[in-house]
């Protein structure tokens, strides 16, 4: 999503769509992920390096931890990291 005008270019924001205090604890959860979870740490470092700002990169894991969340409680099995 590009937020451009002329010379302008603003910067773009995470959706309001959907729930937000699912948003807001995605949001923090992310943040934390980020920092110590081996593959949304490896997943961020990728997005960063392919010139994704770090709102995108903070976006990609929320959505992440969303897939995973829903994967153990769907699978009812515990969560095993997939990067080595």
Known sequence: ????????AGKTTL????PG???????????V?????TDIKAQKTRLLKQGKTKMQAL??????LSQICFGVVKNQ???QPQVS
């Open 1 to 8: 999503k590009h937020n451009e005008s002329g010379k302008r």
């Open 15 to 18: 959706s309001k769509e959907g």
């Open 21 to 31: 205090y699912i948003r807001a604890k995605l949001y923090m959860a992310a943040i």
């Open 33 to 37: 992920a980020g920092q110590h979870n």
């Open 59 to 64: 976006g990609a894991a929320m959505r992440k």
């Open 77 to 79: 099995t515990e969560y």
